[in-house]
């Protein structure tokens, strides 16, 4: 435990994104849940009908899901960067950055985020649907990669930017 520590207390920058990759499985679990209940149940009304909006395009219900799709990627990123927020201001960063000030920054992240992510899978769908993976297994790979760029966007500017100490 004593050498666990002091690599820890050696590499502060890469404990801190370790912890922040390894606690970010909290709104990880939360996105998976979320996608799952809503593709599979909350809004499998909409999985026919497809969806066109700016730069949102799911068209082709059998790859994307339609509005079904779309509603559940921005539901499920939204429910997961509620849950990130609070874990990393308060586990992570440890950050005493003022909540009034911390929560408009960290509401224009995830607006940015979910516009991403929201737009992002119907490609990334499609993509894995024409190499020939399942239209069933899509939208969970289309997860993965939501949440790898995610990661990309979200670490340096929770770091940097919002939750700074």
Same mark, same amino acid.
């Given at each position: 435990m004593k050498s666990i520590r002091q690599w820890i207390a050696d590499h502060p920058n890469l404990w801190e994104f370790i912890l922040f990759n390894v606690l970010s499985n909290c709104a990880t679990v939360v996105n998976f849940v979320v996608m799952w209940l809503c593709t599979g149940f909350i809004f499998t009304a909409f999985r026919n009908q497809p969806f066109s909006f700016f730069i949102f395009h799911?068209? *082709?219900?059998?790859?994307?899901?339609? !509005?079904?799709?779309?509603? /559940?990627?921005?539901?499920?990123?939204?429910?997961?960067?509620?849950? *990130?927020?609070?874990?990393?201001?308060? !586990?992570?960063?440890?950050? /005493?950055a003022d909540f009034s000030r911390a929560v408009p920054q960290f509401i224009v992240l995830a607006v940015v985020l979910v516009i991403v992510s929201a737009a992002l899978p119907a490609y990334s769908q499609a993509l894995f649907v024409s190499w020939g993976i399942s239209a069933a297994l899509a939208p969970t790979l289309a997860n993965i990669v939501n949440i790898l760029a995610q990661v990309v966007i979200s670490y340096p500017v929770m770091k940097f930017v919002i939750m700074k100490k």
């Amino acid at each position: 435990m004593k050498s666990i520590r002091q690599w820890i207390a050696d590499h502060p920058n890469l404990w801190e994104f370790i912890l922040f990759n390894v606690l970010s499985n909290c709104a990880t679990v939360v996105n998976f849940v979320v996608m799952w209940l809503c593709t599979g149940f909350i809004f499998t009304a909409f999985r026919n009908q497809p969806f066109s909006f700016f730069i949102f395009h799911y068209t *082709n219900v059998e790859s994307d899901l339609g !509005l079904c799709g779309f509603l /559940s990627f921005l539901v499920a990123t939204a429910a997961a960067q509620t849950v *990130n927020f609070f874990v990393q201001k308060n !586990l992570v960063f440890k950050s /005493s950055a003022d909540f009034s000030r911390a929560v408009p920054q960290f509401i224009v992240l995830a607006v940015v985020l979910v516009i991403v992510s929201a737009a992002l899978p119907a490609y990334s769908q499609a993509l894995f649907v024409s190499w020939g993976i399942s239209a069933a297994l899509a939208p969970t790979l289309a997860n993965i990669v939501n949440i790898l760029a995610q990661v990309v966007i979200s670490y340096p500017v929770m770091k940097f930017v919002i939750m700074k100490k």
